[in-house]
């Protein structure tokens, strides 16, 4: 029997890599499958839509899909109305990722080995500038990452969360897909659903992806920023889903802030706030060291973007956002596309 496989590439102004990511994706495939690879497109004005034509030309497998909503989130709910009624298997991919060859075929035989319902992977972040250089060599810390095993980790197993790659289409259509509400922390608000509902979640740590940060301080704050914003409605609708590393950054931000206010009543509330400084210090001065770069040195200022950009991103959630618990009776399939999202699709 021939096993289909939808893979979803959300796009919005990626001319300079989609080309790139779709010719990796299609090296290599699995063997035996039915691909159709689907480049949901959020209105890009950059010529990503007149690249996704002209190879879809000579490629049989790929069409181009217009993503009226923007968001990835929508995206893939979108591709998975559309085209993954007789998919067995949904894959999705980002535009700004680097994919080795057999990607594809690997997450097939992770989820026939693993017997999981989704797999997800690790991300080893690169980069091109000494901010990105800096991201991608704090991220794989626990000064970055606090230990996330899907950043930098090299243990597989099952777990709770980590970078999405492949579902196994009913279990992704069972949890509902993807919450459109979110324009951030989508992925982990969806793998609490599907724990939830009984489907399990392996990271396979022997297929890695690799990962472009953002490329200044002051888009890497933006982006951790939304995350902790994302992440205060996760935990609200997911009381379980708290870990003590996320627990963490919040907490230290208001201490130190505490401590600060408070140091001229008591100067000895300064000690956090100082030896948080001084940690981050050390991780740039261990990092350049480490590294022989002295792009190293920008490790630490860019955890202090990542940790206090996300504390503050959480606040402003918990303040602005509001959001009830999600209980399992709750769940609601993945919804049909209708006659009017049905037009939007194009070859």
């Known amino acids: 029997m021939t096993r289909s496989i939808l893979v979803v590439i959300p796009t919005l102004n990626e001319a300079r890599t989609i080309?790139?990511?779709?010719?990796?994706?299609?090296?290599?495939?699995?063997?035996?499958?039915?691909?159709?690879?689907?480049?949901?497109?959020?209105?890009?004005?950059?010529?990503?839509q007149e690249i996704v034509a002209r190879?879809?030309?000579?490629?049989?497998?790929?069409?181009?899909?217009?993503?009226?909503?923007?968001?990835?989130?929508?995206?893939?709910?979108?591709?998975?109305?559309l085209h993954g009624s007789a998919a067995e298997v949904l894959v999705r991919c980002d535009a700004h990722a680097i994919y080795p060859a057999g990607f594809l075929r690997q997450l097939i035989d992770s989820l026939d080995r693993s017997g999981a319902d989704a797999v997800v992977v690790p991300m080893d972040s690169t980069g091109d500038n000494c901010v990105q250089r800096a991201v991608a060599w704090v991220s794989d810390t626990v000064v970055g990452s606090g230990g996330s095993a899907h950043r930098g980790g090299r243990r597989s197993g099952f777990v709770d969360h980590g970078h999405h790659a492949a579902f196994r289409m009913h279990s992704f259509v069972r949890a509902g897909g993807y919450d459109e509400t979110y324009t951030h922390n989508e992925d982990a608000e969806l793998d609490c659903r599907q724990r939830a509902l009984g489907s399990r979640?392996?990271?396979?740590?022997?297929?890695?992806?690799?990962?472009?940060?953002?490329?200044?301080?002051?888009?890497?704050?933006?982006?951790?920023?939304?995350?902790?914003?994302?992440?205060?409605?996760?935990?609200?609708?997911?009381?379980?889903?708290?870990?003590?590393?996320?627990?963490?950054?919040p907490a230290n931000l208001a201490l130190c802030i505490a401590g600060v206010a408070l140091a001229p009543l008591q100067p000895a509330t300064l000690v956090l706030p100082v030896a948080y400084l001084g940690?981050?210090?050390?991780?740039?001065?261990?990092?350049?060291?480490?590294?022989?770069?002295?792009?190293?040195?920008?490790?630490?200022?860019?955890?202090?973007?990542?940790?206090n950009a996300?504390?503050?991103?959480?606040?402003?959630?918990?303040?602005?956002?509001?959001?009830?618990?999600?209980?399992?009776?709750?769940?609601?399939?993945?919804?049909?596309?209708?006659?009017g999202a049905a037009s939007g699709s194009s070859a």
């Open 19 to 48: 080309e790139g990511v779709i010719d990796s994706l299609l090296a290599d495939p699995p063997a035996g499958a039915r691909l159709d690879l689907v480049v949901a497109d959020g209105g890009s004005n950059d010529g990503t």
């Open 55 to 81: 190879l879809a030309a000579s490629r049989p497998a790929l069409r181009l899909l217009h993503n009226p909503r923007r968001l990835q989130s929508a995206a893939v709910n979108l591709a998975a109305r």
């Open 201 to 249: 979640i392996w990271l396979d740590a022997d297929i890695r992806l690799a990962y472009h940060p953002r490329a200044t301080l002051r888009a890497l704050w933006r982006q951790y920023f939304n995350y902790g914003r994302g992440r205060s409605r996760t935990v609200r609708r997911h009381p379980g889903s708290w870990r003590p590393r996320q627990l963490a950054v």
């Open 279 to 307: 940690a981050l210090l050390w991780a740039s001065i261990w990092i350049a060291v480490a590294r022989r770069s002295l792009c190293g040195l920008l490790a630490g200022p860019a955890a202090f973007v990542m940790h």
């Open 310 to 339: 996300w504390a503050l991103g959480f606040f402003n959630g918990m303040i602005t956002v509001r959001e009830k618990p999600w209980s399992v009776e709750a769940a609601e399939p993945l919804a049909p596309a209708s006659a």
